[in-house]
């Protein structure tokens, strides 16, 4: 097998799930690559030491310049905070270096549209991690709807609640809470969480031509982890916005991290002329279909166990009935990025993905402003 070097920027939660991914892939997966953890990346050489160790990465960096002039690394893997994201990336693709990037790609479209411009020039395989699209029932949604199972689709509507911001106490910015800063975020939940409601939906459903949307800041001043000072909140808190789509159908989305008793519920619901599609994150492995075509005395929902040889990715893990989880998708998504090195078909979402779903969130950010409908960019 041949290697795929990895150096890994970052060691959060997201290093974590993509340093587990590397190490996986190999033993589920039957591929022409295997990623090598060389380098983990981060300015804390004691952090990264502590990381190295843990996940079994051969050496630290403590500047991620220096990272990507290694003549050992093939892939550069960001996992670090939004607003490094860009400067990184058109670095990472002068250096000819293949390119994994946490979402979302950047901090607006503007700087996504650099990050594209430098990777179409370089030519190197790139891929944004919206990990959801590679849970097993989302891909097979994604299935049924291109096999036009659904017929012509009226409604997509999608949710992603969380609560963990509530407590006015929690201050903003630094390692754990930078996700609260815009300096660094770019946005509150329309960037992070919404992000992925529309990453999925532009799979699923198409481009999105229009939105009018509406947000909230619930908590207007916390204390600033690096300044110790209380400092103005500039992210959203809740975003909320209706969208009409290309292919005729209109959309509701909404997203909050002050939603009590809700960790992480994204859910999303199609329905079409001749059938129906709801998926719901807190039960991965289910997908909700119902089918008009149906005998109408045994006509109704259907929930399907998503665990059968014969769903997507499931022939690669255990014995059908038994489930995987949010760890497996970034596992398939190193599957699918591998894969398309090998088949020259660069796998999805792509950085061109990536820049579409940025341009939706600027839409949705601009039109909470302006309080109008607002037109989305059409990536070229
Ligand atoms: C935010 O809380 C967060 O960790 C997002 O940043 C992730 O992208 C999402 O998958 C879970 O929630």
Avoid at 42 to 51: G, L, Q, T, V
Avoid at 116 to 130: D, R
Avoid at 327 to 356: C, N, R, W, Y
Wanted: charge should be positive; include cysteine; charged fraction near 25%.
């Amino acid at each position: 097998m041949k290697q795929l070097r990895i150096g890994l920027i970052g060691y959060g939660f997201m290093g974590r799930t993509h340093s587990n991914a590397f190490t996986q892939v190999k033993n589920f997966f039957d591929l022409e690559y295997q990623p090598v953890l060389k380098a983990i990346c981060a300015r804390d050489e004691k952090n990264a030491k502590a990381f190295a160790s843990k996940w079994g990465y051969e050496s630290i960096e403590t500047d991620w310049r220096k990272l990507i002039a290694r003549d050992d690394i093939d892939v550069i893997d960001i996992a670090a905070p939004n607003n490094v994201h860009a400067e990184i990336c058109i670095a990472a693709a002068k250096a000819g270096k293949m390119i994994l990037c946490e979402k979302p790609l950047a901090m607006n479209g503007p700087e996504a549209e650099k990050i594209l411009a430098a990777v179409t020039k370089a030519k190197v395989p790139n891929m944004v991690w919206y990990n959801y699209r590679r849970v097993p029932a989302v891909t097979l949604a994604k299935q049924l709807i291109d096999e036009g199972r659904l017929g012509k689709i009226f409604h997509y509507r999608a949710k992603f609640l969380q609560d963990w911001t509530i407590n006015a106490d929690l201050p903003q910015g630094g390692a754990g809470l930078w996700r609260l800063d815009a300096k660094v975020a770019g946005s509150g939940v329309t960037g992070d969480l919404l992000a992925h409601c529309i990453d999925t939906a532009l799979w699923l459903n198409g481009n999105i031509d229009t939105v009018t949307a509406t947000t909230e800041t619930f908590v207007k001043q916390r204390k600033h982890t690096l300044t110790g000072k209380m400092e103005k909140v500039t992210i959203d808190d809740a975003s909320l916005f209706l969208a009409r789509f290309t292919n005729g159908s209109l959309a509701t989305f909404e997203s909050t991290r002050y939603a009590r008793g809700h960790k992480a519920l994204y859910t999303f619901e199609i329905n079409g002329e001749n059938g129906s599609l709801s998926w719901d994150l807190h039960d991965l492995h289910r997908l909700q279909v119902f089918d008009y075509k149906d005998e109408s005395k045994i006509r109704g929902w259907k929930s399907v166990h998503i665990t059968d040889g014969d769903h997507p990715y499931m022939k690669n893990w255990w014995v059908p009935g038994l489930q995987i989880g949010y760890a497996e998708t970034f596992v398939h998504q190193v599957a699918d990025f591998i894969q398309g090195l090998s088949s020259g078909k660069m796998a999805s979402p792509t950085f061109k993905d990536g820049l579409a779903t940025d341009y939706v969130t600027d839409a949705v950010l601009k039109s909470a402003k302006t309080k109008r409908w607002e037109k989305v960019k059409k990536v070229k």
